[in-house]
């Protein structure tokens, strides 16, 4: 085996599995033995399964010689430690699940099955998907393969870190603020959000259950597509599921953007952006005019300074709804040396939780109680509300719309874990989509100092072929996403 065998995007080793120049066995024992090699330094992986994946890897060849293989048959994917994987840990990186084998597969997991992947592990990623670096995992920092004293972004830090590291062909994130899309920024590699509604949220542990979205963090925009192609679609356990057809998206991977209109929002160059990433994200925007799209530059979206407020208001406010069953009664670990379950119950939200979900708990807590609904909760409703009308409204003029993805570059480790509010403006860029339940997708697109900047492009609900477009005609035209960091 080579070592570039760990550098194969979706499609590349599709053909290779195809043409049996490889076989999904040799790929998968190339894959493990390269995070075996590379954990110790970039702790990606909470679980590694090494028989599952070379069970599902011989299961996969045999598909492959009776010719009924498809473009995820046999490649190794690895799956965020938040969706439910039947017979495999799956713990939220929190104390509170750290014994908790789910009986069933989320919808995502069960179509991949369904496609012939193989599963070699679950990812990392903040407790219960509250962070923007992978620190507040409880059980390790995750770190950023491009330089490892930093972070990777969060929460599907895990994810962003292996794929980047060549640790996984492709993986799965989640997305409730940003959290696919930051860290693909942070790690440059290709990570997109769906329209919220496109894939199944059946199986998948909620954090904030209006703003969470399921999607892919892949090596280019081409194993984007081939994976959204699995996952997306209507599911009836998910009530949230949107009953809309699902095209091929690979279908619209043409490198001709000519006459679409992309608007460029002047709220997130925002004070406090790093005059590399702002530079970096000009300079990409210009290339995309120079490949025929038409770039207005100074569109305002006057109510984008507020979603961050909204979002720590209603976030929080869904996660302390969502996070009550964890009691040790109903889920969680519990503790049996008490006088009473309410003692019980006490010790183990109190061990069972660590700083930052508790903290957004509290939060949401208060923003629900008797005296402060309507101040908060409400008002922060109705100015999502605004948010999204902007959004409508803007996209009547323009077919896209380009921001970074992220203010900076990644962060030095441990920077900002002493002030939270500092923390939260990681996501300042992401956390409008969400508000909005858009598709956006962030792609590389430079580096300041050898460190990754990503570039996010936010389309029209259920325009994920329009933004998948705009990112591979980018690709096609640069060489940022073929960079990989020297680990």
């Not at 840990?89 to 992947?117: H, I, Q, W």
């Not at 990777?152 to 603020?177: C, N, W």
Request: aromatic share 8%; glycine share 8%; net charge negative.
């Amino acid at each position: 085996m080579t070592t570039n065998h760990n550098r194969l995007t979706i499609h590349e080793a599709h053909k290779l599995l195809k043409s049996k120049e490889l076989s999904s066995v040799e790929l998968t024992k190339a894959t493990l033995e390269r995070i075996h090699n590379l954990e110790p330094k970039v702790h990606a992986f909470t679980t590694i399964t090494d028989e599952l994946a070379l069970r599902q890897a011989q299961k996969a060849d045999e598909f492959i010689a009776a010719g009924n293989s498809n473009p995820l048959t046999g490649i190794p994917v690895l799956v965020k430690d938040n969706m439910c994987t039947k017979g495999i840990l799956t713990t939220c990186s929190s104390k509170m699940l750290e014994n908790f084998v789910p009986p069933y597969d989320a919808t995502v997991v069960e179509r991949l099955n369904g496609r012939g992947a193989v599963i070699i592990g679950k990812s990392n990623m903040d407790e219960f998907a509250m962070g923007s670096s992978t620190e507040n995992s409880a059980l390790f920092t995750t770190h950023n393969p491009w330089e490892l004293s930093r972070v990777p972004g969060g929460s599907s830090g895990g994810s962003a870190a292996a794929v980047a590291a060549g640790e996984a062909i492709y993986a799965l994130g989640s997305d409730t603020g940003g959290s696919i899309r930051q860290p693909a920024g942070f790690c440059s590699v290709t990570g997109l959000k769906p329209t919220y509604g496109r894939v199944s949220r059946y199986g998948l542990v909620a954090f904030a259950s209006s703003l969470d979205q399921i999607g892919p963090l892949t090596q280019d925009v081409t194993d984007c597509a081939l994976v959204l192609n699995a996952i997306a679609g209507y599911d009836t356990r998910d009530s949230t599921s949107a009953p809309q057809p699902t095209p091929d998206y690979t279908q619209c991977l043409t490198a001709d953007i000519k006459g679409l209109k992309i608007g460029v929002p002047k709220e997130y160059f925002v004070e406090g952006i790093q005059p590399e990433v702002a530079a970096a994200i000009r300079a990409a925007i210009t290339r995309l005019e120079e490949l025929g799209a038409s770039i207005e530059w100074e569109v305002s979206l006057a109510h984008t300074p507020y979603a961050l407020a909204v979002y720590y208001i209603i976030a929080p406010s869904e996660a302390s709804a969502n996070l009550a069953r964890y009691d040790g009664v109903k889920y969680g670990f519990s503790y049996s040396d008490t006088k009473n379950m309410w003692q019980a119950m006490e010790k183990t939200r109190e061990h069972g939780f660590g700083a930052e979900v508790k903290r957004r708990i509290m939060l949401g807590t208060y923003a629900l109680s008797a005296g402060y609904y309507d101040a908060w909760y409400l008002k922060a409703q109705k100015v999502r509300t605004l948010i999204r009308r902007e959004f409508d409204q803007a996209f009547t003029k323009y077919d896209a719309l380009i921001t970074p993805t992220s203010p900076t570059v990644p962060f030095k480790i441990g920077e900002k874990m002493d002030d939270p509010l500092q923390m939260y403006l990681s996501d300042v860029c992401t956390i409008p989509v969400n508000i909005a339940g858009l598709p956006a997708i962030s792609i590389p697109a430079g580096f300041a100092d050898g460190l990754p900047i990503g570039m996010q492009i936010i389309g029209k609900p259920f325009a994920e072929e329009t933004i998948l477009k705009i990112a591979y005609a980018f690709q096609q035209a640069t060489d940022w996403h073929m960079r990989k960091p020297n680990i």
